[in-house]
Every structure is written in structure tokens, then in C-alpha cells.
């Protein structure tokens, strides 16, 4: 994995605590969406207005989605409009070759938005041989699912193609029995993606790439308590990223990546079909060019580089309401790390200089100690920022230019296992942060109203019994408003999971079960009860490049909320076929 130290290392090296979730696990777990795969890890919650392709948040260790840092093959997913939140239930599995995860206050290594953790994402990758694959699913919800792609080499060009879709009737966003005026017919969605990448080696060591993503989908929801029986509301959100790089090994301990990539979000959003008429679209982009020197000195690995991103927002309303602005963001970083002994460390430094606010220097500092193998005691202390997006400060209606970036500093404490497949890891966290962006209902703008804290317990393990893989984490907390002691809105002090998938012969059973806690929503609404759902699959292989799938999620059709008024799907049956070349 690369997302810990922004360097290739083993997991079990690692000083952040981090998660890897490689293709061969996606497939077991049948997953089709990201909210849906990192649902049941450690120190995550989601929250959707909604069945699939409804918006989602993120909550990772207590801090809210705009606080999470989201990557494509390196590209930050920055989001420029007054939401401020990447749009992840639109980002589909079908081309992701792996997702990494890193928790905790890393601005020193990534920039803005890196205060809660780092969610990065790898798109398939071409392969020194011609592989194949074809996916079909069917099932509840009037669901269809379909992918192909394929991958290979031609002399030092490799390459990697894939486009999939699926579609969904779904179900009504709203709760009938909570929004009784609501449109109570079925909120369905599309999505359409596709994933190229093209590499070649120019000589030894020397390689030039490109790779572009994209994914369309199309949703239809309810007026959020404000719609009518015959309302239709309707939006689309288009993401699309790309990158070019070069990847030199200017000598055998020196290499230098120099990328330069676009993240642009097209959101759409249509009521005129409703008792309150109002249409809106937006176009959010950041363009990152990063240029990042390795050198390995004896045990350790030094880094430095620059950075620099252009970010910028265009929107308007039927209101006749018009947003256009940009900003420049540049930056200097360094970092060492490596072992020497029973002794590892990671030093971290970063300095950033967004156009028209002040500077902010960050710093990570880990260390770790092997007490005796496998057991590794770990430690860090780290602080970290989060800009305002550009509709935070200049929205027509809320909009504060006097806005100051979140700043946060946290400090963890760490127990890890790691022996063969098997790795555990115990960790204390604290953390705190100040200034927080929220929207202030008093002055309809959004202000840096208070502070918030968090502190916990976070345990995550994964490993082998046998034949059968298991992975399980709990994760203790208490997100609370540092001025008035309240819990955050729609933040579980406990959540917990585990699963597991077994081989028998031909067959590989699979189950999963997730728990969260009892959360408070908004300060008018009750506090949502806590609730468990548990999902079971199979997959019988006909051949070794041939097998059927088959699902039941929410198995005992439990009704649960993560949202408050808004509904989740209940059982479904869902099967199909998945044909992968070796």
C-alpha cells in the first residue's frame, strides 16, 4: 500500500492506521457502490437520504465528510459548492482495482480536508497479459447490473479498459408514516461508468501515463418534508477525473513522479416539477500538478516536493442567482521514514497557501517500537487543516468571506499484531478541532460557530482461520460539540462489524453483520434508534473463470434510518454471473 507515507510499503509497516481493500475482497463481498464496501470498517458510519444513488455523508472517526479527503489514483475529489461533500454514492466498484484507507490527521502528507482520514481509490490497471471480464446481476427493486472490461500489453504499452451500468425502481426516499404529504412513489437510479488507462516504459525505469475515469448517475428523490403528493424532484451528478504522469528512476536510490490531473463535478438539480418550482447546476474542479522526489538514504526514505492546485466553482439557479470563483493553492512538503532495529519512524511536514487566506504549516510525527514480534507498540501526535470550500465563503445567500480554516490536532496510541495474514490493531485516538465550518441558523451564513472533540477506542483485525477469512472492528467514541457538550448530529458512540467468507469446495459462503448505535439528527428531531443488518452471499464456481453470485441484504428486513424521515432499503434478493479471466 502507498496512502500511509505517500510510499510504497507493507501494511504491517504502516505507523497510521490503515486498511487495504484489494478487488479479490470487493468481489467477495458483492458490493456495488463505495458506502456500501466501507461501510462495516473500522471507525466508519454513513448516513443517506434514501436508497441507492441517494446522497450519502461519511462520518470516519467522528469527523463529517468535508473533513475526509477523498482520492482517485491520486487526484483529490474536492467538492467547491455550500455542500462541500465529495457525491461517493455515485462512485461505483466496477473499475476499482483496490481502496486504501488512512485514519486520522494526515494534512501534513495530502494538504486540506485530511482531518479526518484519507480515502483513496485505484482504478484497474493494465496487465502484461490479455485478461478479460464480464459481470450480470439481476434482483429486487427492479436492479440490473452489467460490466466489462478488458486489460492487457502490447511491447511495453499496457493498457486497461472497463464500462459498466446499472440501473434501480428503488424506493420511496421519504417515510410515508413520518411525511405523510410526500410523493410516495418509488425514487429510482442510473448509473453509467467507465474507466481507461493507457502506460508505457520508455526505457528502464522510465514510464509515461494516462488515465481518465468517469461516472454518470441520474436519481430521483423527495422534497425533504417540504413536497407535495404529486412533486417530482430529480437530479444527475457527472464525475469525471484524469491524470497524466511520468514516473522516472533517475538513479537506483532516486525517483522523481511528476502528475498533473482534473477532478470536475457536474451536479444537476430539477423540481420544477414540484409546488415550490426551483432548478440549480454546478461545475466544481480542482487541477493538481505534484512533483514528488524519493531518496533512499541506508534505511531511510526521504521525500520533498511541491504542489499546486487550482480550484474553482460555477453555478446558477432559477433564482438567477450566479457563482463563479477560483483560488490558487500551492505547496511545499517533506518527510523521512523507515526502521533501523526495533525502531520505525515518520516525520511528516507540510506548509500551504491558499489565495486569500493565511497560511497553515502541518506536522505528523509517528513512531513505533517492536516490543517483540509480531507485537508493535505505536504512537503520533499530528495536527491538520480543512479550507472552506469556495460556496462556504461566497454563496449568494450564505456565504462568509471572513471565514478561517478548520484547524485540528490529534494524538493516538496504538497496539498492533501482525504475524502471517493475520493483523490486529488497537487504538486510542483524541482529537480536537477549532473553528468548525458549520451553517449557522441565526444569521443564514456559515460561520466558525464552536470546536469539536472527539476521543475513543478503535479495534480492527482481519486474518485467516483455515480456508475461511474473517475481518471484524469496534469502534468506541464520543464526538461532541466542544461548547455545549452535545453529541454531533447523527454520530453513534458505538459501532461495530464483522464477516466472514468460507470456501467449500466449489461453494464460498459469505455473511456480514453491521451494528450501530442509537444517534441524535437534528436538534427538532428525535434521536434515531440503534440498529443491526445483516447480509449473507454465496458464490458457486462453475469453472475457475466462471461463477455464480448470489445476495440477501438486510436478511431479517430490519427498517432502520440513517437519516431521520428518510427510508433504507429493506430485504433483497439479488443474483447473477461473473465470468474473470485468470
Given amino acids: 500500500m502507498v496512502s500511509a507515507s505517500r510510499s510504497s510499503q507493507l501494511l504491517s509497516e504502516a505507523l497510521p492506521h490503515t486498511t487495504v481493500i484489494g478487488r479479490e475482497h470487493i468481489e467477495r463481498s458483492q458490493a456495488l457502490d463505495l458506502p456500501a464496501l466501507l461501510a462495516g470498517e473500522a471507525g466508519f458510519q454513513f448516513s443517506q437520504s434514501g436508497g441507492r444513488g441517494a446522497t450519502a455523508s461519511l462520518f470516519l472517526r467522528g469527523s463529517a465528510a468535508m ?230 538514504a541506508g534505511p531511510w526514505l526521504l521525500s520533498a516536493g511541491v504542489e499546486r492546485q487550482l480550484q474553482s466553482i460555477e453555478s446558477s439557479d432559477s433564482y438567477a442567482t450566479e457563482l463563479d470563483r477560483s483560488r490558487a493553492v500551492g505547496a511545499l512538503f517533506a518527510g523521512m521514514s523507515g526502521s533501523q532495529g526495533p525502531h520505525a519512524l515518520q516525520l511528516n511536514l507540510r506548509r500551504d497557501d491558499a489565495q486569500g487566506l493565511a497560511a497553515k504549516t502541518t506536522a505528523y510525527a509517528g513512531y513505533g517500537f517492536t516490543l517483540a514480534a509480531p507485537w508493535k507498540l505505536i504512537a503520533s501526535m499530528s495536527t491538520a487543516f480543512n479550507l472552506p470550500p469556495l460556496g462556504y465563503l461566497y454563496d449568494a445567500f450564505s456565504g462568509n468571506p471572513a471565514l478561517l480554516p478548520e484547524s485540528a490536532r490529534s494524538a493516538e496510541l496504538g497496539l498492533q499484531f501482525a504475524q502471517g495474514r493475520q493483523l490486529l490493531r488497537a487504538t486510542l485516538f483524541r482529537t480536537r478541532i477549532s473553528n468548525l465550518l458549520l451553517y449557522d441558523p441565526d444569521t443564514y451564513r456559515f460561520s466558525n460557530l464552536s470546536s469539536a472533540r472527539n476521543q475513543g477506542l478503535e479495534l480492527s483485525a482481519s486474518g485467516s482461520v483455515a480456508t475461511a477469512d474473517w475481518r471484524a472492528s469496534l469502534t468506541l467514541q464520543d464526538p461532541t460539540d466542544a461548547g455545549t457538550g452535545l453529541r454531533l448530529v447523527r454520530r453513534a458512540a458505538t459501532m461495530a462489524a464483522v464477516g466472514a467468507s468460507v470456501p467449500m469446495g466449489p461453494w464460498r459462503l459469505g455473511a456480514d453483520l453491521r451494528f450501530s448505535g442509537a444517534r441524535p439528527d437534528r436538534a427538532d428531531n428525535p434521536v434515531m434508534p440503534a440498529y443491526a443488518v445483516a447480509n449473507l452471499s454465496v458464490r458457486y464456481a462453475l469453472s475457475a473463470e466462471l461463477s455464480l453470485t448470489a445476495r440477501v441484504d438486510n436478511l431479517f428486513d430490519r427498517p432502520y434510518q440513517t437519516a431521520y424521515g428518510y427510508n433504507q432499503p429493506g430485504r433483497g434478493a439479488f443474483v447473477g454471473m461473473l465470468w474473470a479471466q485468470k
Fill in 67 to 296: 473533513q475526509v479527503l477523498v482520492l482517485l489514483d491520486g487526484v483529490p475529489l474536492t467538492k467547491q459548492d455550500s455542500t462541500g461533500t465529495v457525491s461517493l454514492e455515485h462512485i461505483m466498484l466496477d473499475q476499482v482495482e483496490r481502496v486504501e484507507v488512512v485514519r486520522g490527521n494526515v494534512s501534513a502528507i495530502y494538504g486540506s480536508g485530511a482531518i479526518g482520514g484519507v480515502i483513496q481509490v485505484f482504478s484497474r490497471p493494465g496487465q502484461d497479459k490479455a485478461l478479460a471480464f464480464a459481470q450480470l446481476e439481476a434482483g429486487s427493486y427492479g436492479s440490473a447490473h452489467a460490466a466489462t472490461g478488458i486489460s492487457g500489453a502490447f511491447g511495453d504499452t499496457r493498457y486497461s479498459f472497463g464500462i459498466a451500468r446499472q440501473t434501480t425502481r428503488g424506493l420511496s426516499a421519504m417515510n410515508s408514516d413520518q411525511y405523510p404529504h410526500e410523493n410516495r412513489d418509488a425514487d429510482g437510479y442510473r448509473n453509467s461508468n467507465f474507466n481507461v488507462a493507457v502506460s508505457r516504459q520508455l526505457a528502464t525505469g522510465q514510464t509515461l501515463g494516462l488515465r481518465v475515469q468517469g461516472s454518470d448517475g441520474r436519481f430521483e428523490s423527495d422534497g425533504g418534508g417540504f413536497g407535495g403528493p404529486t412533486d417530482i424532484y430529480l437530479g444527475a451528478s457527472k464525475l469525471a477525473t484524469w491524470t497524466v504522469y511520468s514516473h522516472n528512476q533517475i538513479s537506483p536510490d532516486w525517483r522523481s513522479e511528476l502528475s498533473l490531473g482534473q477532478s470536475c463535478e457536474r451536479s444537476v438539480y430539477d423540481a420544477r416539477l414540484s409546488a415550490y418550482p426551483y432548478d440549480s447546476s454546478a461545475i466544481s474542479r480542482s487541477q493538481t500538478l505534484n512533483w514528488t522526489h524519493r531518496l533512499q
